[in-house]
C-alpha cells in the first residue's frame, strides 16, 4: 500500500515521490516536464506555466505520484486544491506524450518486484469531490490515462461539501460577519476584531480571491480570521468541527445553501466512476480526521470503516487506501 508520505507498506522510500497539483504559478506549484531533455535528466519539477523552476531533488525517483484534488473553475481556492479542465487537459498530453502512466496497483506490484519502467507516473485523487465523476473522468478517458480517486466514504450522498469549503464560504465569501466575531472551540472561547472587513462588499471580494494559505501575508483581517480558524479546526474530530463551524453560521444568520460546484460524490457516482475500469475506488478515510491526532483504535477505525463502506457501494473488495 503506498500513502500520502511516498512510502510503500509503511517504509520510507526514494523509488516513490508524490506530487500535489495545483493550478496557478506559485511557490508551491510543480509540474513535471518531460518535454527537454535537461529535465528528464535532472528529475526536475517547475512551475505551470511560465513559473520559475524549481528544483525537487537531483535524484531520478522511480515513479511519481500525482495528487490531484478536483478539476474544476472556481472563483476562490484558498487551499490550493483546484486544477482547470483546460489545464488538467494540457498536463495529461504532457504525460501521455512523455509517460508511462500506470494503475496504483500495477506501481505497487512493479516496485516489489524492481521491473518499474521508466518514468512510470500514477494519477490520483484525493477526498472524492463530484467533479471527479464529472470533469476529470472525461478527459481521463480522452486521453487514456488510468487513476484511482480516494474517496471520503463519510461524506458520500450527503450532496454537502466539506469542512473547509464551508469555512471558505462562510469567513472570505461578500457577507457580512460580525465586528467582533467569538468562536468557542474545545471549551475556549477565541475572539477576533474584523473592522471595516466585517462588511466584505463584492469588490473586496474579488480584489482578494487569489489569496491562499500558502501566502505569507494576510490582505485583510477576513483572511487572518480564516487561517486561524483553519488551524484551530484541522486537528479537530467531525463532530467537533461541524460544532464549530455552526457558530459562525448562527453569527451570519444562517449559511447559504452550499450548490454544486463544491459537492461530495454520492454513492451511484462511485459507482459510476469506477465503471470502464480506468479509474479504481480508493478509500480515504471516513471523516477526512487528521490521523495521527487519533488514539490507533480510532486510527483502525476510520481506515476499516471507510474500507468497508466502499467495499459495500461497489460490491466488491479492492485494496488501495491513502491516509493522512
Not at 513559473?51 to 473553475?73: C, F, N, Q
Not at 487569489?210 to 479537530?236: F, S
Request: proline share 7%.
Amino acid at each position: 500500500m503506498i500513502d500520502e508520505s511516498g512510502c510503500l507498506d509503511g517504509n520510507p522510500t526514494d523509488d516513490v515521490r508524490l506530487v500535489h497539483v495545483i493550478e496557478d504559478a506559485t511557490e508551491s506549484d510543480r509540474r513535471l516536464d518531460m518535454e527537454e531533455p535537461r529535465h528528464r535528466e535532472a528529475a526536475r519539477y517547475r512551475q505551470t506555466p511560465a513559473g520559475r523552476e524549481v528544483a525537487v531533488s537531483d535524484a531520478v525517483p522511480t515513479a511519481l505520484i500525482l495528487m490531484y484534488h478536483r478539476v474544476a473553475d472556481v472563483s476562490t481556492d484558498p487551499h490550493l486544491l483546484c486544477v482547470s479542465p483546460r489545464r488538467f487537459a494540457e498536463q495529461l498530453e504532457i504525460l501521455r506524450k512523455h509517460a508511462r502512466p500506470m494503475r496504483l496497483h500495477d506501481l505497487e506490484q512493479a516496485l516489489s518486484r524492481g521491473d518499474v519502467p521508466p518514468w512510470a507516473v500514477v494519477v490520483t485523487f484525493d477526498d472524492g469531490y463530484a467533479d471527479t465523476l464529472l470533469d476529470a473522468k472525461p478527459l481521463l478517458e480522452r486521453y487514456d490515462i488510468p487513476s484511482t480517486a480516494f474517496v471520503t466514504s463519510g461524506y458520500l450522498g450527503s450532496g454537502g461539501e466539506f469542512w473547509w469549503d464551508e469555512l471558505d464560504r462562510l469567513v472570505l465569501g461578500p457577507k457580512e460577519l460580525p465586528e467582533t466575531p467569538r468562536i468557542g472551540v474545545e471549551g475556549r472561547l477565541y475572539e477576533w476584531s474584523l473592522g471595516e472587513a466585517a462588511r466584505y462588499t463584492e469588490a473586496a471580494f474579488r480584489q482578494h480571491r487569489g489569496w491562499d494559505l500558502e501566502r505569507e501575508e494576510d490582505p485583510t483581517p477576513r483572511q487572518r480570521l480564516h487561517r486561524a480558524l483553519h488551524a484551530l479546526i484541522l486537528p479537530l474530530a467531525e463532530e467537533e468541527r461541524r460544532d464549530v463551524l455552526a457558530q459562525p453560521r448562527v453569527q451570519t444568520g444562517g449559511s447559504s445553501p452550499a450548490g454544486t460546484s463544491r459537492r461530495t460524490l454520492s454513492s451511484e457516482e462511485v459507482v459510476a466512476l469506477a465503471e470502464g475500469g480506468l479509474i479504481e475506488i480508493g478509500s480515504h478515510s471516513v471523516t477526512h480526521t487528521w490521523l495521527p491526532s487519533l488514539p490507533t483504535a480510532r486510527q483502525r477505525d476510520e481506515i476499516g470503516r471507510s474500507k468497508a463502506d466502499l467495499e459495500s457501494v461497489l460490491g466488491r473488495p479492492w485494496r488501495a487506501s491513502r491516509t493522512r
